[in-house]
Each structure stands twice: as structure tokens, then as C-alpha cells.
């Protein structure tokens, strides 16, 4: 079992198109008037201002106005409200997001930049792999309103960023024996891991793949018969991964054979399953095969690998990843004092009404507690 460990790129948020953890906002900002001479080259470069400039930075309107609509349409790809009234908020963030970003690649060395591109290239196979297909992985980035040119500079740039901060902060950081001991002994509930289940699945999605709307109740029904014939094939012994593989409208667990591992949600509901799947999957027995099962999500078929019973992580086994969790901690706490830094060396300059966001209001000093008069 691996702990949750962020890239330290997710750690600085420098990808927007994994932005659905931002403050949600957005209310078009109005436009300065055009001259109506103005040509239609003209008028475009009029209104694609530049909103932050600086030493190793220059960001356009037409930049924020991209990173806001990719970030609307991931919270929507959640199914997430917008409240428009907070539109501010969030450019302001995102416009952040952007500069820091921007500052990050500015300095990342050759080597830096040689190492991101290996990285980004195993990252965005990995995601077509998931996908299950090529079509499905296009049609997960138009639902997020990003073409694949976009998506492979988006991964590029946080791989760079990733890089750049390996070296400029985590490569300095030693986490020592003593101080993984430490925090194992005293979080010793972490490290207790409750009964689960390994198992496969196939769904049949209820959705519009392109809407993402309720699809009518015909076609459902077509949904359910289909599953049905799928699961009279697997029943007869045609292999379960295959099946996912060729069927399966889950891109997440599509390219790993339909793949999940979990608890119970009472033992860990931090990566709980909906609550019709998980009574389903730990009512079967090895290597069985459910009936159909209704979730939000559609028809599924579930089909148990393995229970793994409840044990107590030993430290040697988790040392490493224990270790890495902590430099990570370690970096998350350098890294606003380092961003800064870099926006302080850059001498930013904000235009055309945008600007940095706030600073967090300082704790005001406790109170003296009063003394009785003599």
C-alpha cells in the first residue's frame, strides 16, 4: 500500500487542467470600448491585453480567458456548480497560478527540461492507456475543452515545474530514520489497513458520453440487455479483462482490466464507492460474478480477484514511501516562501485591472488578559 503522495507540481496547482480544487468563479470582465475604425487585427490585439509582466513572464488576456474556460468546463466534467458571482476570485488565482508557473519554467535548466519530456511523454501514454482507446481519450479532453496539442504543453509545463522544484527544494531536503520512526509511531492508525476487496468491473455508462446527460429509459433498457449478454459470456469463462476492455465505459479502470481496490466506506471514506457497488463487491466470493448493478453511473458487473484482510503495515515495507510523504511535506511548507521569492526577482508588473491575490490577514496579537485593580 503507497501512501497519497502529490506530485510537487499538483502541490503548486501549475496545471489548470487539474484545477477542479480552485475556488470556482467567473463573470466576464468588460472589455475596454473598441474605436469603431478599428481593423479586425487591430481590434483582436486591442483586446488580448497584457495582464502581468515581469522578468521571465508575459501573460495575455487571451491566456486567463483559456486556463478559466478549461477550468469551468473540468468542475462541470465533476459535475460541480459554477456560482458566477466569483468569477474575480478565481482569475485572480488562475492569473496567480499562471505567473508562478510561467516563473517555474523560466528557470528550469536543460536538464530539467530534457528529463520533463521523458516524463511527460510515460504520463500522457499512461493516460491513453487508461482511456481505454484513442477515441475515448479525445473524448475526455473535449469534455474538458482541450485539444490534445493543449493537453501534451499543459503536462510538458508541469513536468518542467515538477523538475524544477526536485531540484530547487526536495533534493535538499534529508529525511532522516529517526524522523520516519517518529511519525509512524505517533500516527500509528494510518498505518492500519482496514479489510478490502480487489475486483473487476464492466460498466455500461447510463450517460450521454458527449453530454453527459440522462440517457431515456429505452435506452437504458438497451444498456441492461447488453450487459446481460456480457455477463452470460463472462459466466462462461471468456476472460473478464477482455470483456472490460472491449465494453467497459469506465475509462479510469479500462486499460488496467477494470481494476479496483478498496475498503468498506465506514473504514476509509476518503476513497470510498458508491454504496450499491461496495455491497456487491464484498457480498461475492472469489473469482465470482455479480448480477447487474444499478449506480448512479449505470450497469455494472463485478467479479472478486481477492480479499486482502485487515493488517498493520510494517515500517520497512512503507519506509521509502514514508519518507518521500515527508519530503513532500517539507517542500509544500518552502514552497510559498520560494514562489514568492521568484515573483520578487521578476518585478512583476499587473495591468488592465488584474492583480495578485490578497495576502492572508495576520493573526492579531492575543490580549493581555486584565489584571484586577488594587
Avoid: W
Avoid at 509582466?53 to 466534467?77: H, Q, Y
Avoid at 501534451?152 to 533534493?171: D, Y
Avoid at 494510518?190 to 450521454?208: G, W
Amino acid at each position: 500500500m503507497k501512501m497519497n503522495l502529490p506530485t510537487l507540481a499538483a502541490l503548486l496547482g501549475a496545471v489548470v487542467l487539474n484545477a477542479s480544487s480552485l475556488i470556482a468563479a467567473d463573470d466576464p470582465k468588460p472589455q475596454s470600448p473598441k474605436p469603431q475604425s478599428q481593423s479586425g487585427a487591430e481590434a483582436k490585439l486591442f483586446e488580448d491585453e497584457f495582464l502581468c509582466k515581469g522578468k521571465g513572464v508575459e501573460i495575455r488576456r487571451s491566456e486567463l480567458d483559456e486556463a478559466f474556460v478549461v477550468f469551468k468546463a473540468n468542475l462541470a466534467a465533476n459535475g460541480q456548480a459554477f456560482p458566477e458571482a466569483r468569477r474575480e476570485e478565481a482569475e485572480t488565482q488562475l492569473l496567480d497560478r499562471l505567473v508562478s508557473t510561467k516563473l517555474l519554467v523560466h528557470h528550469a535548466s536543460e536538464e530539467d527540461k530534457a528529463n520533463a519530456k521523458a516524463q511527460a511523454e510515460k504520463q500522457i501514454s499512461e493516460a491513453k492507456q487508461q482511456a481505454g482507446s484513442d477515441e475515448a481519450f479525445q473524448r475526455l479532453l473535449r469534455a474538458r475543452a482541450v485539444t490534445p496539442e493543449k493537453y501534451a504543453a499543459r503536462v510538458l509545463e508541469s513536468a518542467i515545474c515538477e523538475e524544477v522544484l526536485n531540484r530547487e527544494l526536495k533534493s535538499k531536503v534529508t529525511i532522516p530514520d529517526e524522523q520516519a520512526r517518529k511519525f509512524y509511531e505517533d500516527n500509528s492508525q494510518e498505518f492500519e489497513r482496514p479489510e478490502m476487496v480487489r475486483v473487476a468491473h464492466v460498466l455500461l455508462s447510463t450517460r450521454d458520453t458527449d453530454t453527459g446527460q440522462e440517457l431515456n429509459e429505452d435506452k437504458r433498457k438497451e444498456k441492461k440487455q447488453q450487459l446481460g449478454k456480457i455477463l452470460e459470456r463472462a459466466r462462461n469463462g471468456e476472460d473478464f479483462g477482455a470483456l472490460v476492455r472491449q465494453f467497459s465505459d469506465d475509462p479510469g479502470s479500462r486499460g488496467s482490466g477494470g481494476e479496483y481496490t478498496f475498503a468498506r466506506a465506514a473504514d476509509n471514506p476518503r476513497n470510498a464507492m458508491v454504496r450499491e457497488f461496495e455491497t456487491a463487491a464484498f457480498s461475492l466470493k472469489t473469482n465470482q460474478i455479480s448480477d447487474i448493478v444499478t449506480t448512479q453511473f449505470g450497469y455494472h458487473i463485478i467479479k472478486l480477484h481477492e480479499r486482502l484482510p485487515a493488517q498493520k503495515l510494517e515500517f520497512s515495507k512503507i519506509e521509502k514511501d514514508l519518507k518521500e510523504y515527508l519530503a513532500r511535506q517539507a517542500v509544500e511548507k518552502q514552497l510559498p516562501a520560494y514562489v514568492d521569492e521568484l515573483k520578487k526577482a521578476a518585478n512583476l508588473e499587473y495591468q488592465h485591472g488584474a492583480k495578485p491575490p490578497a495576502a492572508p490577514p495576520e493573526k492579531p496579537p492575543s490580549k493581555p488578559e486584565s489584571k484586577p485593580a488594587n
